[in-house]
């Protein structure tokens, strides 16, 4: 199986990250606005697609951030 090449781990790894957390936040939304109905899975994964279309590029832009106030906060030892 091919695998990807180190350089890309940031990306797949919020490519992942979003995708994972989008899809378990709209299932939520979705279950507490509409509760449950033979509906819910399409409106979950319309959501779903909707969110992590959003969710992605934020995660790519916001990561940089997000280390730096870590670090910030983490003993450097």
């Known amino acids: 199986m091919a ?3 180190p350089k890309l781990a940031p990306l797949l ?5 979003s995708g ?3 899809l378990l936040v709209a ?3 979705t279950y507490r606005n509409l509760g449950w109905s ?4 399409g409106l979950w994964a319309l959501a779903w ?3 992590w279309a959003i969710a992605f590029p ?3 832009v916001v990561a940089p951030l997000a280390r730096r ?9």
């Open 3 to 5: 695998r990807l090449p």
């Open 13 to 17: 790894f919020g490519f992942i990250l």
């Open 20 to 22: 994972l957390m989008s």
């Open 27 to 29: 299932g939520i939304s």
């Open 38 to 41: 033979p509906a819910f899975p």
């Open 49 to 51: 697609l909707t969110a």
């Open 58 to 60: 934020t995660v790519l």
């Open 69 to 77: 106030l870590v670090a910030a906060c983490v003993d450097a030892n």
